[in-house]
Nanobody, 126 residues
Framework: QVQLVESGGGLVQAGGSLRLSCAAS????????MGWFRQAPGKEREFVVAISRSGDNTYYADSMKGRITISRDNAKNMVYLQMNSLKPEDTAVYYC???????????????????WGQGTQVTVSS
């Protein structure tokens, strides 16, 4: 069992930055690939970025590529999402997810992750 708690969301002006954090419970954190997803009002949850178990490999969706960086600290059971040059269309609830899958296609699927956090709201004003 893994419990995930996101933090770091908030209101920011366009062009600004935010750093989201995801704290994971349990001693099996390093067994999971970790991902960030987002869901805007009236839209389906979409994949943003994922990181491998060791942290050596990452996989980005095109939507925010070049503006974000994912990282993890297995010693602290933490995953981070650094977001820069934010745009109003980035406004959404951002979710952290843990996946036991072994392919990026499945790790990036909103329907194929094992555990989810409760989400943190990110609002970007124009």
């Amino acid at each position: 069992q893994v419990q995930l708690v996101e933090s770091g969301g908030g209101l920011v002006q366009a062009g600004g930055s935010l750093r989201l954090s995801c704290a994971a419970s349990g001693r099996t954190f390093s067994r999971y690939a970790m991902g960030w997803f987002r869901q805007a009002p009236g839209k389906e949850r979409e994949f943003v970025v994922a990181i491998s178990r060791s942290g050596d490999n990452t996989y980005y969706a095109d939507s925010m590529k070049g503006r974000i960086t994912i990282s993890r600290d297995n010693a602290k059971n933490m995953v981070y999402l650094q977001m820069n040059s934010l745009k109003p269309e980035d406004t959404a609830v951002y979710y952290c997810a843990a996946s036991s899958r072994t392919t990026w296609a499945r790790i990036a699927s909103p329907h194929d992750n094992d555990y989810w956090g409760q989400g943190t709201q990110v609002t970007v004003s124009s």
